[in-house]
């Protein structure tokens, strides 16, 4: 298969539909619908149910929707990543969310320029979820990822800090003045829904929630009334003025994970994860 293929698979996958595919494509749709075509006949399977009004993928489709991204975010990588070692400069790029595991990271960084032979660390300070991409296609050498939201598959990982959950809510809310509260409690609010994230694609799933793309913007739109956030509990220590949080006893723990590609071969990058596993 040609990564040309697989770029045209990838987003007639994601939009679930030819003809903004084909607009996110900047082509004809009658050559991508073809070249779908073509690629089902030479894999002998068929990747997508048509109907008069919709498209759907087959099992066969969903499995090669994740093989691909990851093929494409590999072969983005090495690109990006030869063209790094071309300027001769050594370093290492760590994404990590902004707003989160800000303590941890300081730590971090201030006790890994104390090692021998250590380099420059450019942090790349960036959405919720942008991290793991970033990663994968060869932005970043290394990230802090946060498991169960962040997917690991595919790449090495050492567990660095597990943590619960508390609930953002706006200052003065009455289950602000509740010790703990539970999952359900924060889920019921009608007048406070949870926000919605941007998906790998860029584009924002359904829901009543409103779209936030960051913390800084989530905590702004809390703090006017217009939603509720569960996040984990290292966030307390960075809240502005006009959210509180409140412990939540029945959410799934999260666990800070240091991530790097199985294939990394740097010295610097091993000396980093040495001394992020010591902390």
């Not at 099992?59 to 983005?76: H, K, N, T, W, Y």
């Amino acid at each position: 298969m040609e990564t040309r293929e697989l770029r045209y698979f990838v987003a007639v996958a994601e939009e679930l539909h030819f003809g903004r595919a084909a607009q996110r494509l900047g082509m004809a749709q009658p050559p991508l619908s073809r070249a779908i075509q073509q690629l089902e006949r030479r894999l002998g399977v068929t990747l997508l149910d048509r109907t008069n009004r919709t498209i759907s993928l087959t099992e066969p489709g969903s499995v090669l929707l994740r093989e691909a991204r990851a093929a494409l975010d590999a072969v983005a990588a090495a690109e990006r990543r030869t063209r790094r070692a071309a300027t001769g400069r050594p370093g290492l790029v760590l994404a990590t969310k902004a707003g989160a595991a800000g303590e941890l990271l300081s730590k971090l960084l201030d006790a890994y320029a104390a090692e021998p032979g250590s380099v420059t660390v450019d942090v790349l300070l960036c959405g919720i979820g942008e991290q793991e991409k970033l990663l994968r296609d060869g932005r970043a050498d290394v990230a802090l990822l946060h498991r169960p939201f962040d997917s690991t598959v595919g790449l090495d990982t050492e567990d660095l800090h597990t943590e619960g959950q508390v609930a953002i809510l706006p200052a003065g809310h009455p289950l602000t003045m509740r010790p703990h509260l539970r999952t359900a409690d924060v889920t019921a609010l009608p007048d406070l829904p949870l926000p919605r994230w941007p998906g790998r694609n860029g584009t924002y799933p359904d829901g009543p929630g409103p779209e936030a793309h960051d913390t800084t913007q989530l905590y702004q739109l809390i703090a006017l009334g217009r939603a509720a956030a569960i996040l984990p509990e290292s966030t307390r220590a960075t809240l502005p003025p006009g959210v509180a949080a409140v412990p939540i006893l029945d959410s799934p723990s999260v666990t800070t994970v240091i991530a790097w590609p199985p294939h990394a071969r740097s010295h610097a990058l091993a000396t980093l994860i040495q001394t992020a596993t010591r902390l």
